[in-house]
């Protein structure tokens, strides 16, 4: 009975701690992931395996289960920066560069390359 008690005591601990913010942003999560879970059992060709592994040959891929980790590991930050009220300008635009221009800097990157023709070692 002792360690139930030292168990609920901690968690009790845990959740005093809890806002409306936090609540708010677990409810979205849990619903977020619930769609996607949702989508990827349905008659949709949406496969979870997709977002680390390459879909033709359905092996996974270093490059892409990297970019979804550090994906979501600032995106945590993110959250906590402004939780924590830390959240400037600079962090702001880090992060638009890194994920929303991370897509235009590879297609450019492939053209150019395609633009120089074949490299050769």
Known sequence: MKYVD???????GVFEKLGPLELLL?????????VLYQAHKGPSNFNLRHLI???VTDKVVLEKAASLG????????????????????????????????ARPLTMYMAKKGDANGPQTP
């Open 53 to 55: 592994a390459d879909p």
């Open 26 to 34: 677990g409810v979205m999560m849990f619903a977020g992931a619930w």
């Open 70 to 101: 550090a994906f979501l590991v600032s995106s945590w930050g993110f959250i906590a920066l402004i939780h924590y009220k830390l959240m400037s300008e600079w962090y702001f635009v880090g992060y638009m560069v890194a994920w929303a221009g």
């Open 6 to 12: 030292a168990i609920l005591g901690y968690w009790g």
